[in-house]
């Protein structure tokens, strides 16, 4: 007896099958497609790297998570895990071959061996995007703007942007002495969604004592418009900075752009990340808070410090791409499709393969994508196949394939037009309207 | 001092800049375009799986070159080496989700530790295409003229398909009573073209004696029309079969498409891999004969049989990308490109990055990618910068920069048209011939 191999992939790694594969493609060309409209540029880099160069010098939770393991040659390397240090290793590596202020994206895979009862996956998938080489505030609005243009290219509906700046905080914490301590508060602040008021106040209160802890929860805690909220902020922190000037700057861009609206500022929001030292962002779905933020980033000021004694500093968002879908999806702002060929061709004699492909080809160069059927089934087993490929439409070709008359029959419908040419074939099922039914 | 990590890529691996990753993805979408035009689907598997799935019952040059290693949880991983592989495990694991006959995609990277003296690569992409769930010489075909047709739609230029039968090579093969050494003759004649004639000789010699390695070569290197060649291959094997059957049919199919002429019944392709059964392929570009196959496959009867006992016949083909992009540099059919957006619009006031902005998204909106600039640098600064990001024209804006009137400049050729509105800058940018100068 002959004994298998059970076909089992590994836990908190997926399969995508043709539906939800067409729908990430679907997704990440729209992604894409705002991307460059922006006129930023795509780049890549290896999958793999040295494992000194992804954990630099080395960091806890990172080097717990990361796949790591000696090569054929002995070397320590890695599989990525974000592409925001990739990137770093990119800058330092090419500087010479860039022109700066630099707009690039990066589409791709990345992996963390998370712990999966939390529903996380170890495989996904993230689109980073980032302009450095400018410390103009035009720049950090530029990104604000482009998350903002790309979820509503994709329809994820209204959304709010919350933004902060760091600098602006760590002054105002420097005012209450508490500067020194800016790291872990910020780490604590960043939790306060997770972890609630209270827990967030007692830990607080552990690291700068009662007073200062009630400073910095009145401080986070502000609410009003943009102008208000900044007003306050700036009081707390001893008065104008360029920081605060900045935020100034972005509230009249966002004014100048007819998107205020959609930006709300936020003195709660940190951004866990240490590289992090300017304006900070968050990005939620008013109709969908509770799933969290699906595009988050901020402004770094030495990004590639690791690997160069250059300073490069930018500004940049990533939108996490399973996190996105499941909140489509959730709204049911997706729609599952298995197929891009609209049309099939039936298959009645085996010899007139090559008629049917000619055929095919005609409507193909018309812009249709057409499937050809390869095996001579009863028409009514074809028709059911094309509805379960998701094709809306199938030719049944006549006594000559390749010029008609035939038989266009619309599946969902059960209607058929006969006798047709080419020709009108082609118009019926361009101009047909968007729905089957 | 501060000491730096130096940074640097693995051997065999690569970054892709702009420029190239451009080149790169235009490729992808151009060959993923031509896919969908047939009704073929996308999916995706895991990059890290389960050693034994990956290499089944051991291979030996594959066990070599595989990245393998043990995970947090202390299972035995390793990355793909090939999308064939993965693809059978999933058609086992999915099978009852799957309508056959199926015909899918994948285009992605795979890895092997191969040495990289040779000039490969250890990190490459490949795309894939099968067809699975059909005997019918109609799917033969269909792979051959997708093949075919995503060859010239990415312009690769006039090309040659050169294809043979391993089940008539093997039905000879037991007509001189080698039936038995089928594997390891069929090996011997896949190198044919790497270790010439002379060499073959002597291996087939050392294999089946003088009489019968003479006997396989002068079958192997029969030339001719496809009707001639095939009728001498019949007359070898001792009379028609259905494999010869099989042949004739697919000529009647080129012939009713038009496509006879890009193929070639060459009786010594033969391909190395085990799994092939029936018909199998190379394809090499006229003008480019010593790169070798650029889009190889053939018709396995049972793809997944490691993983389970139904038999999953199909064919299929395989592009390499980075051996494709080499051949269609060497033939200067490749143009570098740095951006997507053929407009800047350049920043005459900090205070006025929203009002760009805004113009810049009434561009977008009109379908042409646009980039704003950041930073209020001298304007004959701007016009270097646009050039070298790759940008055909400047918009220069005037003092209410979101209606207009202002200056468009055309960079190559130094040439500002003034007063413009936006209407009319659109309508020239539109119209303008597709080469700058």
New interface residues.
């Given amino acids: 007896m002959?004994e298998?191999?059970?076909?089992?992939?590994?836990?908190g790694?997926?399969?995508?099958?043709?539906g939800s594969?067409?729908k990430?493609?679907d997704l990440v060309e729209q992604i894409e497609k705002s991307f460059?409209?922006?006129?930023f540029?795509?780049?890549?880099?290896?999958?793999?790297?040295?494992s000194?160069?992804l954990l630099?010098k080395g960091g806890g939770e990172t080097e717990?998570q990361i796949?790591r393991?000696?090569?054929?040659?002995g070397?320590d390397?890695a599989?990525r895990f974000d592409l925001t240090v990739p990137f770093a290793?990119?800058l330092?590596?090419?500087r010479s071959?860039?022109?700066l202020?630099f707009?690039?994206y990066h589409i791709a895979?990345v992996?963390r061996?998370e712990n999966t009862q939390r529903g996380r996956y170890r495989?996904f998938t993230q689109c980073d995007f980032d302009?450095v080489g400018?410390d103009?505030?035009?720049?950090d609005?530029?990104i604000l703007?482009l998350m903002r243009?790309t979820l509503s290219a994709i329809g994820a509906g209204s959304l709010t942007i919350r933004l902060n700046h760091r600098g602006l905080f760590n002054r105002f914490l420097s005012k209450i002495d508490a500067g020194e301590k800016s790291p872990e508060i910020l780490r604590i602040v960043d939790k306060l969604a997770k972890i609630g008021r209270e827990e967030t106040g007692r830990l607080l209160g552990e690291l700068l004592g009662e007073t200062r802890a009630q400073a910095v929860i009145g401080y986070i805690e502000a609410k009003g418009s943009y102008e208000d909220t900044l007003g306050g902020m700036i009081r707390a922190a001893g008065g104008d900075t360029p920081e605060s000037d900045r935020l100034w700057?972005l509230r009249?861009?966002?004014?100048?752009?007819?998107t205020a609206a959609s930006f709300t500022l936020d003195p709660s929001i940190t951004r866990g990340l240490d590289y992090y030292t300017g304006v900070v962002y968050e990005t939620f779905l008013n109709g969908l808070p509770d799933i969290g933020s699906v595009c988050s980033g901020g402004r770094y000021d030495n990004l590639?410090g690791?690997?160069?004694?250059e300073k490069i500093s930018g500004v940049g968002s990533s939108i996490g791409l399973d996190r996105l879908i499941a909140a489509l999806e959730a709204q049911e702002k997706t729609t599952e499709k298995?197929?891009?060929?609209t049309l099939?061709i039936a298959?009645i004699r085996?010899?007139?393969?090559?008629?049917?492909?000619?055929l095919?080809?005609r409507f193909?160069e018309a812009g249709i994508?057409?499937?050809?059927f390869?095996?001579t089934k009863k028409l009514t087993q074809q028709f059911i196949?094309a509805e379960?490929?998701g094709?809306r439409w199938v030719i049944i070709p006549g006594e000559n394939p390749?010029e008609g008359p035939f038989t266009l029959r619309e599946i969902a419908r059960r209607q058929d037009r006969e006798h047709l040419s080419w020709e009108n074939a082609v118009r019926i099922i361009k101009e047909a309207p968007a729905s089957g039914l």
Same sequence: chains 1, 2.
């Fill in positions: 002959a298998f191999i059970t076909p089992k992939i590994l836990k790694f997926r399969d995508f099958l043709p594969e067409i990430r493609r460059r409209a922006y006129g540029v795509p780049i890549d880099t290896p999958v793999l790297e040295y000194e160069i630099g717990k796949y393991f000696h090569d054929h040659g070397r390397v599989l290793r990119f330092a590596e090419h071959e860039l022109t202020p707009k690039r895979k992996w061996g495989e302009i400018s103009s505030p035009a720049a609005f530029e703007l243009s700057m009249r861009f966002m004014n100048d752009t007819g590639a690791l690997y160069s004694r298995n197929t891009y060929a099939a298959c085996e010899e007139d393969g090559g008629a049917y492909q000619h095919a080809g193909r994508a057409c499937e050809v390869l095996e196949l379960k490929k094709a390749p």
